[in-house]
Every structure is written in structure tokens, then in C-alpha cells.
């Protein structure tokens, strides 16, 4: 007798040949699935399950808590009295998105990724403030998806952004994770000035002691050096257009410039994608290629229309927005360096496509923090420029939900509906398969809790009126003290395309004989600062989100002694010679009006040179001299007005001061205007 099987939906049934004697008994209907009074069942629904292709009609899922415990055609399911019911029918049901490249500072962005889907981050960028965001939201007493993050950034010396930890000796590495991984960090996110030492020492320690890495390609290193030491995944398609250039072909050195960018793309030679794919499959390593940072960058060349097609670009503070163009828009840029974006722009998303349709993994991300890449939104936008690129949208799609839990080594947990997952859950009116997915969803459920679209447009309208009205950052605080006699205080507004971006209140008084000038000033939506200057002392303290400096300075024999710790918490120790003559400046307006002090006496068309020592802060911490060149131009208004050249290292800003009543009434720097506000008296 012959048999044989037949496999139909993962059931196996046998047959055989010839006679079979009396007929089996037919298999018994699959018993129903009982839900618990106090569940929630999303009913008559068509599940986009993301554990394999297709679509599941007229499918019930059921929450309990935080968990899906079914997923079963309707008729299978029975419902008790006292089920929450969502009704479900001739809409679709998927698992929520997961933006895995996100820099998160406010808590309305966590409002906002929820808003628009997002259930899942990967923060690239992480301090205390993001560990206790994590562990809100996940015992349920903050709104929001779930948090995976890095710690501070690890870079060389000097470092990209202020903040870092900065690893220079390879034997320094292993501190370095040991401290990230007792802080509770997720992963280790290198940057761009590491060495080659520094960077294999550091991918060795973080493989001891089970911490990835994730993030850039360091200069010094190169694409090939991050695979060889296995780097979890890759960001921006770092390096990628520099590992298409020939062994041997002449460029400018690596430094991340236009003139470098322009040289690679006239060298490329795109038959060296396939091998330099297969090598990365090989490695292990998924690529998160942010598509959209870069395409935002790009948009720059008409920076009108870019903020007028960028949703919800009205919910980010307008100080903000003020700040993303004026820091964007770099003086200088030609027809030409935006010829040069929009080229990167497109081999990029050529490379996303072929890694997509070689089957390498690929993250979906967006570099969310950057200049009008706005949270939430941007995941939407990104999604649509994989597509665009010619990856399938249910690729795509995959990539932003199972992919991202799969690439986090829990692919059970969430980005999909099966039962025991996390009850992350999106629920939208048109087949996600094969439409855009709507920018805010009928529904979101995040760790088990239902937001109704209603629900979402009223959080998100709350977010938008916030971000129109003016921030006072010392509305009820005491007015800022002065040290011993007062002789004057003023408030200051800076701002850009007329949207305050910064505030500045200072008091000059006289203590012991000598002259002492204090300040506050808030760059809304950047750091906030306090200083205290006298002729030959200073204290100065800075908070960075949530990251804080404090430094003090003492001049004697000649010499100026800065100490104190960095944004890091790293100890900080300079000197420097005091320049013959020189006077110590304080920051921003303080050193303006420290200036205007010493401009008595100058007429229309006189010039005067002076020399300031001068400490900065941030983004980096030193010491500078500043040589300024002053010329009295005709008043303005009847008020005396002065242009100011102010050269250090190398580099010359020109600015211009109105005088009146002896104290400054207004300082303009390029795009930036800082006005005195009449009467204040904070």
C-alpha cells in the first residue's frame, strides 16, 4: 500500500491508495476561545499580523492587560458580558510602528510618536532623563511608547557634540561600558572622531559584557572596520557611497565636507555594491538608513516650502523651528552643494533598495530631533521614501514592526498580533498593504491601553497650543539678585525671522570696589545658563537638557585657571596666559555690555581695538582670546551705534551694538537679533 501526506494551513492528513477500509471520523470543530469579563476585544477585523504575509479577515483579537491572549476568526471567540468591545469591521488591524533612530528631549514628542503610531523608539542618545522616561512608561505612569536606549555618545577628543564621553586610550574602553551597562543603558553608540583603536577596543568590551553597538561609521574606521568587528547595525548608510570608490582612487581627506561628498560621488563605481552587500549580510550588521534627515536638509533650498509641507511642523515650539532654519540654512550655500544633497539623497535610497531586495536587514528610522524631522510624522515620511525607492510597501512595513523586534532579539514580544505579544496595535480604515497608513490612526493601543482618534486630536491640539505661546523661562522666579550696590538691569529678547529663541536677564553691580556682572539666559529648546563675572574671577554653570557644567575661573600672576566638570561629568582644568590689557568677558549680553562700557567717548567714524579672554562653554569648553575691532558708525535714531569684529582662532564675526542710555539696547548677529525689553525688571 502507498501513502502519502498533504500539508494544508500546517495540518497534515494521509491518504493511500486502493481500498481504505471504513472512513475515519471527521476531526472536531476547533473549540471556542472564551474571553474574560474586563478584556478588550477588537472584533470583525482584518489583522495585518506581521508574523507572515497577507491579511486575516473577519478576525476578533483580545486584550488583557498589556498582552494579546487571542487571535481567532469571529466565530471562534465568545464574549462575555462586561468585554470592552472595539468595533473593528471594514477597518484593519496592525501591530504599531517602531521608529528605531529617534532623539528625544520634550515630553510632548513621546505624546506625539504615540499619536502617529509609533508604540516602539530606539533613542541614539541617551541620559538620566531617558532611563526614567523608560521606566515610566512601562510601569504605565507616563504616555508613551517604549523606550530602547543608548547612553551618551562615545567619541574621540575632540568630540562632534558636547556631552560625549570621550574615549581616547584603548584601555579606557572597558570602564566605559561597565558604566553604561550599571547606568541601565540598552546599547553603546559610537561616533565619529574614535580611533581605530579606541573603537575595536571598545566593540571588544561591549561583546564581553553583552552590549551592541549601534550608530556611525568614525572616520577612522570605515565601513569595512565596523563589519569586521560585527557592529549591530549602522546608521545614515554611514560610509556607505565612500565603500563604492575603488581601492586606490585619490580623494580629500575623510571629514565628512561637501568637497569630500562631491569627490566620492564622482568616483563611485556601483559594481561593487552587490559583494559590499553580501559582506554586510555576512557581518550580521542591519543598516537604519534615515532617508528622510538628509531629504529634509535637501528641502533647505527653499526653506519656505519645506515648512509648509512637513506636517505638524505647528506642534514644535516656534523657537525651535526658528533655531532649525536659522542653524540650516549655512551662509555660503551654493546651487551646487544642493545639487550635491539631492545626489546623496538618491544613491542612498538606490542602496536602501538593493540591500531591501538581497534580503539584508533594514531598520526603519528617522533621526528624529534634527531639524524639522518631527516626531512621529517623520516615521510616516521615511516610510513612504523606502517605497518611492522601489521596496514593496508590505517590506517596508515589516521592516518598521516585526523586523525592529526581531533586530532587538525578542521577536515574540512586539511588532506582531499573536497571542502572548504586547498589545502595541494600530487600528486604520484602509488596507495599510497597499495605501499610505493615515498620519493619526482610528485608534492606538499602546501596552494595552485604547486611544480613540478623538482622544489622540485632542492631545495633539493641546501640543499645538503650547507651541504657540511665548516661554517665559522665569515666569514667577524672584528677580535675579544683584552682589552688593546695583547700577542697572535689563531684559534681553534674541530672536530669529521675528520667533523669540532666547531670553537673557543681567544685573551689573558694585561688591568690594569691584564691578560684578550676573546673568541667566535660556536658548529655548537648547541649554540654559548662569554666570557671575568680576575683573578677575568668574563662575559660569550650564544644563543641557538634563545634563549640567559648572566651571569656575580665577585669574592671578598673569594666567587664567579654569575648573570644574563638563556636560559628561569629566573634570575640566585649563590655563592660559592673560593677554596684556585684556579684560574677562562674560557671556552672550554680559560680555555686549562689559564691551559697551569701554566704547565712551568714541564719535562717528572712530575706531578702537580691544582684547578680551574669554571662556566658552558650548558647544566645547576653553579658553579664547577675542580681539575685537570696533568702528562708531552714524547714530541711529539718535542713538550711538557701533560695529564690532570679533576674531578668535582664526575665525571673524561681525556683529553690531545700539547704545542707549548708556547700556546696550540691541545686538545683532547674523539672523539673530537680541533687543532689550523695555521695563523689565527681572
Not at 257 to 277: C, E, F, Q, T
Not at 623 to 633: F, S, T
Request: proline residues 8%; aromatic residues 4%; charged residues 20%.
Amino acid at each position: 500500500m502507498k501513502s502519502c501526506a498533504v500539508w494544508a494551513l500546517g495540518v497534515a492528513s494521509s491518504c493511500a491508495a486502493g481500498p481504505s477500509g471504513p472512513a475515519a471520523p471527521a476531526a472536531p470543530a476547533p473549540s471556542p476561545i472564551a474571553a474574560r469579563p474586563g478584556d478588550t476585544a477588537i472584533t470583525d477585523v482584518t489583522v495585518v499580523p506581521m508574523t507572515g504575509d497577507g491579511a486575516l479577515a473577519h478576525h476578533t483579537v483580545v486584550i488583557r492587560g498589556d498582552r494579546i491572549v487571542a487571535v481567532a476568526p469571529d466565530a471562534r471567540i465568545a464574549l462575555p458580558a462586561g468585554t470592552t468591545m472595539i468595533a473593528g469591521a471594514g477597518r484593519w488591524l496592525m501591530p504599531g510602528l517602531a521608529d528605531m533612530h529617534v532623539h528625544t528631549w520634550r515630553d510632548d514628542d513621546l505624546t506625539m510618536f504615540v499619536a502617529a503610531g509609533v508604540t516602539t523608539i530606539r533613542n541614539m542618545w541617551g541620559i538620566e532623563q531617558h532611563l526614567a522616561w523608560r521606566s515610566q512608561i512601562a510601569r504605565g505612569e507616563r504616555l508613551g511608547p517604549t523606550i530602547v536606549t543608548a547612553g551618551p555618545l562615545i567619541d574621540g577628543d575632540p568630540p562632534d557634540w558636547p556631552g560625549s564621553v570621550v574615549l581616547q586610550r584603548a584601555e579606557d574602553a572597558d570602564a566605559i561600558v561597565a558604566a553604561q551597562q550599571a547606568a541601565g543603558y540598552d546599547f553603546l553608540k559610537p561616533v565619529n572622531q574614535l580611533s581605530r583603536e579606541a573603537y575595536e577596543a571598545l566593540a571588544a568590551a561591549g561583546e564581553r559584557r553583552g552590549m551592541v553597538l549601534a550608530g556611525h561609521v568614525p572616520y577612522a574606521v570605515g565601513l569595512d572596520g565596523v563589519l569586521a568587528a560585527h557592529q549591530r547595525s549602522i546608521e545614515h548608510l554611514d560610509h556607505w557611497l565612500a565603500a563604492l570608490v575603488p581601492p586606490g582612487a585619490s580623494l580629500p581627506p575623510d571629514d565628512g565636507s561637501l568637497a569630500h561628498d562631491r569627490a566620492v560621488l564622482a568616483a563611485l563605481d556601483p559594481s561593487r555594491l552587490p559583494g559590499l552587500i553580501a559582506r554586510t549580510i555576512a557581518a550580521g550588521s542591519w543598516n537604519c538608513p534615515t532617508l528622510i534627515a538628509l531629504d529634509r536638509v535637501a528641502g533647505l533650498d527653499d526653506a519656505g516650502a519645506l515648512r509648509r509641507r512637513v506636517p505638524w511642523v505647528d506642534l514644535v515650539p516656534a523657537a525651535v523651528r526658528a533655531r532649525w532654519t536659522a542653524e540650516l540654512q549655512v551662509p555660503g550655500l551654493t546651487a551646487e552643494d544642493f545639487a550635491t544633497f539631492h545626489a546623496i539623497n538618491a544613491h542612498n535610497a538606490r542602496i536602501a533598495a538593493a540591500l531591501a531586495a538581497a534580503g539584508a536587514p533594514l531598520l526603519v528610522g528617522t533621526d528624529t530631533g534634527v531639524a524639522f524631522v518631527v516626531p512621529g510624522e517623520a516615521l510616516h515620511d521615511e516610510i513612504e521614501l523606502f517605497v518611492a525607492a522601489g521596496v514593496p510597501r508590505p517590506q517596508v512595513l515589516r521592516a518598521a514592526t516585526a523586523d525592529a523586534w526581531r533586530y532587538l532579539g525578542q521577536p515574540h514580544e512586539a511588532g506582531v498580533i499573536e497571542a502572548g505579544a504586547r498589545a502595541d496595535l494600530l487600528l486604520v480604515a484602509s488596507d495599510p498593504l497597499r495605501a499610505p497608513l493615515p498620519l493619526v490612526p482610528d485608534g492606538v493601543m499602546v501596552r494595552g491601553r485604547w486611544l480613540p482618534r478623538a482622544d489622540l486630536e485632542a492631545r495633539l491640539a493641546e501640543i499645538a497650543r503650547r507651541a504657540a505661546q511665548p516661554i517665559d523661562p522665569w515666569n514667577g522666579a524672584p528677580p535675579l539678585a544683584a552682589d552688593g550696590r546695583e547700577l542697572s538691569r535689563a531684559r534681553y529678547h534674541k530672536a530669529i525671522a521675528d520667533a523669540v529663541v532666547g531670553q537673557e536677564r543681567v544685573v551689573v553691580s558694585i561688591a568690594g570696589g569691584k564691578r560684578i556682572i550676573a546673568g541667566q539666559l535660556a536658548e529655548l529648546g537648547e541649554y540654559e545658563a548662569s554666570y557671575r563675572f568680576g575683573p578677575d574671577a568668574a563662575e559660569l554653570s550650564s544644563t543641557h537638557h538634563t545634563m549640567r557644567l559648572a566651571l569656575a575661573g580665577k585669574i592671578a600672576a598673569g594666567q587664567l585657571t579654569v575648573t570644574g566638570t563638563d556636560l559628561s561629568g569629566k573634570p575640566v582644568s585649563l590655563n592660559a596666559p592673560v593677554p596684556a590689557g585684556a579684560f574677562l568677558s562674560a557671556p552672550s549680553m554680559g560680555g555686549a555690555i562689559q564691551l559697551a562700557e569701554r566704547l565712551a567717548g568714541m564719535r562717528p567714524g572712530n575706531r578702537r581695538e580691544l582684547t578680551a579672554l574669554a571662556i566658552d562653554y558650548f558647544p566645547a569648553i576653553g579658553i579664547a582670546p577675542v580681539h575685537y575691532q570696533i568702528e562708531r558708525q552714524p547714530d541711529r535714531d539718535g542713538r550711538p551705534r557701533f560695529t564690532v569684529a570679533a576674531v578668535r582662532s582664526g575665525s571673524r564675526v561681525t556683529s553690531e551694538l545700539v547704545i542707549d542710555g548708556g547700556s546696550v539696547a540691541q545686538s545683532t548677529t547674523g539672523a539673530e537679533v537680541t533687543t532689550r525689553v523695555p521695563g523689565a525688571r527681572q
